[in-house]
């Protein structure tokens, strides 16, 4: 979904340590879930991960300074990792039910906080019949096809046209090369 923002572009080309990188390119997702996880993370992908709210205020303050744009970063000091709760656990034992989402993508451990604010409280279900049978809005749920019901009870889906392989080559490339 074409190139990064310059803003994300001008954040990375800094080379601060203590910027990480975004979300997109700190993961790795198997190939059976990145429907159900480009549409459950959506604008999150391009988060950038911070070590400390420090980080994220001086880059925050570059933005400012240079006008160059917004960016959302998750400081992995202070972030909120979103959590299941105890009745919603029990929904993972039920048939149809793949698991927690941010159990089933790859990162290096000390990312873990931010994937589990991002991912964290959704469940991977085989179908929305699955997802209407364990009863809409008493947990984020995500097809393996990409259509999502969220816990207000809002169903988004339809059909999703996939996000390009190579266009993610590209951008990783990209990425690299600003690097």
């Known amino acids: 979904s074409g ?3 310059p803003t ?3 954040i990375i080309s800094l080379q601060k340590p203590s910027v ?4 997109s390119n700190l993961i790795k997702i198997p190939s059976d879930y990145r429907v159900a996880a ?13 070590s400390d709210t420090n980080t994220a205020a001086e880059c925050i303050s570059f933005l400012k300074r240079e006008r160059i744009g917004r960016a959302t970063f998750l ?3 202070k972030i909120k990792q979103r959590e299941l709760t105890d009745q919603q656990k029990q929904l993972l034992k039920q048939p149809g039910v793949i698991g927690l989402l941010s159990n089933l993508i790859k990162s290096d451990p000390k990312y873990i906080p931010a994937i589990k ?15 209407r049978k364990l009863g809409i809005g008493k947990v984020r749920m995500v097809t393996l096809d ?3 019901a969220e816990t207000s009870g809002a169903m988004v889906g339809g059909y999703y046209k996939k996000r390009e392989e190579a266009a993610s080559d590209i951008e ?6 600003v690097r």
């Open 172 to 177: 990783l490339e990209e990425y690299e090369q």
């Open 38 to 50: 480009e549409v459950s993370g959506g604008s999150r992908f391009w988060n950038i991960i911070v």
């Open 117 to 131: 604010h991002i991912f964290g409280d959704t469940i991977v279900v085989e179908n929305l019949g699955v997802a």
């Open 20 to 23: 990480y990188g975004i979300v």
């Open 8 to 10: 994300i572009k001008t």
């Open 146 to 148: 990409g259509d999502l």
């Open 75 to 77: 400081p992995l000091n």
């Open 3 to 5: 190139s990064y923002s």
